[in-house]
């Protein structure tokens, strides 16, 4: 029981600051970035595909993927990318990362990137499901054992939930995330430039 709670209260931690985690990180892809055209070129698919499941994502469950709190969401999504894997935007948010490092040619830190990363979003996912698990119950349990936590499945999940794809509030949901990968891109080559002069 004490292990649970402590535990939970990972989690809570986690889930709160969420936002704010990535900065000491984007700051020493800043400071060590070796931008060159080849790593844009590498780098660049991974963060297409990470935004595009995002918005793809948010398009479904809407705004409150951003809430500091659980219990904000819309019901449960089982549509869209959620048919196919668990936790769409959490797999978004690591190729966004994965591509970035590779854009700014430090290959050293996607380990650090790797481990980071699942010790951030696991007690926050365990979080998550064990507050699915209670207010869905058996729906929940199901979709939980026919879909996968992070590697997406080939097929869809049978049973899709109702709701709706909304390409307008997937943008609004998603223009700090878009405006914040155009400003790191942009610092990461602008120092490439200033190097250069």
Known sequence: MAEKMRSSKIGNFFFK??????????????????????????????????????????????????????????????????????NPLYLGNFLLSLGICLVANVYWLVAILVVGYFFQYLPIITLEEAYLLESCGSVYQTYREQVPRFIPQFHSYPDASPHDFSFARAIKSEKRTLTAIICVVGLIFTRQVIDIL
């Open 17 to 86: 600051i969420r936002s704010f985690t990535p900065i000491p990180f984007i700051f020493a892809l800043l400071y060590f970035a070796e931008p060159a055209w080849h790593a844009l070129a590498i780098g660049v698919p991974f963060i297409v595909v990470g935004e595009l499941l995002r918005i793809w994502a948010v398009g479904y469950a809407g705004a409150s993927t951003r809430a500091r709190t659980l219990g904000a969401a819309r019901d449960l999504v089982t549509t869209g990318p959620y048919g196919y894997v668990r």
